[in-house]
């Protein structure tokens, strides 16, 4: 890290070095200053895109879009903020729903700070107080999703569901009083409301879905107690079946 650092300082150093000696030398000899001129417009086509990411780095800091140890997506890339460099974002990466979802998938991504500049950044890290002061939250919503055969009971199925939630939902409330004495984030007023559970018509199943809170890096964990829970409640039940027909 100390060497990256290094490497960081350098660069910048040189950079500015260059910015400023194209700067002075026509007060020195004016006689230069087409050269110079021309110069300065070959060296900022060759390097915009080190331009751009070295404003990127001032951007980020001073904007406060997102911090070391945020997670985080910047277009398709999603990770974990680990370093915030000069010219790079360096993201420890997080797959999707559809590989690895919520996990670290141990490869490390470095993104351009001008992609910053250039793509969204949903920062899943971050939520607005009550005071519209943009603080650290570390929880997210997420949905559980329960295929049922046609023939269930998908009103029992569904208040099922709606109490193993409703459990996890007050103990978040909980940690959560406790953790923001500040104010609370905006998703306190979502749970305040309790869970939030619909239902889904398919051709072969009927999908009761659940949404919940959860924090960020307990998301797998989290959905995988509620699952267990919801299959320990029904086991033996002739109401309900899971599956499709």
């Not at 980020?60 to 990770?79: A, H, P």
């Not at 899943?124 to 929880?139: A, H, P, Q, T, V």
């Not at 939030?196 to 009761?208: G, L, N, P, S, Y």
Request: proline share 4%.
């Amino acid at each position: 890290m100390l060497r990256s650092k290094l490497r960081y300082m350098l660069a910048s150093s040189l950079i500015i070095a260059l910015i400023t000696l194209i700067i002075i030398i026509p007060f020195f000899n004016p006689a230069l200053s087409i050269y110079v001129s021309v110069l300065a417009i070959g060296m900022s086509l060759a390097l915009q895109k080190y331009l751009a990411s070295f404003a990127g780095f001032f951007v980020i800091k001073s904007s406060n879009i997102f911090d070391v140890g945020d997670r985080i997506r910047i277009g398709s890339t999603k990770g974990d903020v680990k370093h915030i460099g000069l010219f790079h974002v360096i993201l420890d990466e997080v797959g999707e729903d559809e590989k690895m979802g919520g996990e670290l998938t141990g490869r490390i991504v470095h993104v351009p700070n001008l992609v910053v500049l250039d793509q969204p950044v949903l920062n899943f890290s971050k939520d607005y107080s009550i005071k519209e002061e943009l603080i650290s939250c570390g929880y997210i919503f997420d949905e559980i999703r329960i295929p049922l055969k046609p023939t269930s009971d998908v009103k029992k199925a569904a208040s099922i569901l709606e109490d193993l939630l409703r459990a996890e939902n007050n103990a978040i409330m909980k940690d959560a009083r406790a953790a923001f004495t500040d104010g609370l984030p905006n998703f306190i007023h979502d749970l305040e409301n309790g869970p939030r559970i619909t239902v889904h018509i398919e051709e072969k199943a009927v999908w009761i879905k659940g949404r919940f809170v959860t924090p960020i890096v307990e998301r797998n964990v989290f959905k995988t107690r509620i699952t267990m829970a919801f299959l320990e409640r029904i086991k033996g039940d002739p109401d309900i079946a899971i599956g499709e027909k």
